[in-house]
């Protein structure tokens, strides 16, 4: 510092901070060797108090309002001085401004996962994050346990420590409240002012800070575990999977069947979803009966062969005789199909097999001419 810096700064007689950032904590009065003129003003705004420190010891505290440094205003100051008549000279003394507002829009969060005993999954890992907010409300404290001799202290050299109590705290807190996973985020509000309160014991006495605000604002499970809930819920929604599954097939014959370009492959579609169909249709059927027996559905008869249908060069199959036939009924497999069943010596159409034949009916005869003029009279 130059002389003339040195000599503007003694001939300065008005003490303040104006503080033009939203996260400083604390902030020291620049002076050359610590030298405060007498009858200075001191000007402590809202949102503000000032502390004087002598021979590193704390000594008076301002709250807001306009000050001026004299024995009166300084009791403490003085009688540590031993100034019993005074002073004209300039004093040494540093003056620490606290602020005293809220500092919002603090991030806290897990920084690993948290273990806990689910009663519905078991052990479970669990991270949670939100914000937060803090104020100084015990100046003193502030500088003894936290400031130490930094001449400017922000709220991010103390958030990493309040960031540590917070997730402590809110690892304690779910372990002793016992919530079922599911259930947290149903208890946000509950448990973000049980976690403040606890956070508060811890720095308030200590630190001298207060946590005004504490939010949580979301609490996350591994990927995986997230996975096998959508899953979950997407099985929920979807209910019965048997009908589920009927109203695709439906679906799907719809769409094959307004497709009139895909050939053989589309009719291999078609005849193979219909057989499924049909399939679904004689189980459920098999299973309301049973029902209604009261007991389970009846096995199917002993002996029965399997068939195998012949579709655009390609074999469909195994199909019971029941799904043959509900095939020929629903029009899949007509007269010229190409069937075969264990005991055959090769593949036959459908309208020469034995058991098939009274499924396909004669084509019914042309209607006869209309009478002539002739046949009339």
């Known amino acids: 510092m130059g002389l003339f810096d040195r000599i503007r700064h003694e001939l300065i007689d008005i003490v303040e901070w104006i503080d033009d950032s939203d996260h400083t904590l604390v902030w020291r ?42 024995t009166q205003n300084m009791p403490i100051l003085s009688t540590l001085q031993g100034w019993k008549y005074g002073f004209e000279s300039p004093f040494k003394a540093e003056v620490y401004f606290v602020s005293t507002k809220q500092i919002t829009d603090l991030k806290w969060g897990t920084p690993n996962p948290i273990m806990l005993r689910d009663p519905e999954f078991g052990p479970i890992r669990i991270r949670a994050f939100g914000t937060y907010a803090m104020r100084a409300v015990d100046a003193k404290a502030v500088l003894k346990e936290i400031v130490g001799t930094d001449g400017e202290f922000g709220a991010d050299d103390i958030t990493e420590l309040l960031r540590s109590i917070i997730a402590s705290s809110f690892a304690d807190l779910v372990a002793k409240l016992q919530i079922p996973a599911l259930d947290l ?29 504490l939010f949580i604002v979301n609490v996350s499970f591994p990927e995986a575990v997230e996975k ?44 193979g979803m219909g057989f499924a169909m049909a399939n679904q249709m004689v189980r459920g059927m098999g299973n ?7 007991g389970p559905p009846p096995p199917p008869a002993p002996g029965a062969a399997p068939w195998h249908i012949a579709v655009g060069g390609q074999t469909k199959g195994p199909f019971t005789l029941q799904q043959i036939v509900a095939g020929i009924t629903s029009g899949e497999v007509g007269a010229s199909t190409l069937l075969w069943t264990s005991g055959m010596s090769g593949w036959i159409p459908a309208g020469q097999v034995p058991q098939l034949g009274t499924y396909f009916s004669a084509a019914t005869p042309p209607p006869p001419p209309p009478p002539t003029a002739e046949s009339a009279s």
């Open 29 to 70: 009065f620049p002076r050359h060797q610590n030298e405060i003129k007498n009858g200075a003003q001191l000007i402590v705004r809202p949102g503000q108090v000032a502390v004087l420190v002598s021979g590193g010891e704390l000594t008076d505290v301002y709250t807001p309002g306009h000050y001026e440094l004299t």
């Open 185 to 213: 985020a149903a208890k946000y509000s509950e448990l973000s002012e049980a976690l403040r309160r606890e956070v508060v014991e811890k720095i308030d006495d200590e630190f001298g800070l207060d946590c005004t605000q």
């Open 228 to 271: 096998a809930l959508d899953t979950r819920t997407s099985m929920g929604v979807i209910g019965d999977l048997n009908r589920y599954q009927q109203y695709q097939m439906g679906q799907a014959m719809t769409a094959a069947a307004e497709n009139p370009s895909g050939g053989g492959a589309a009719e291999g579609m078609g005849l």
């Open 288 to 294: 309301a009966a049973g029902a209604s027996a009261g």
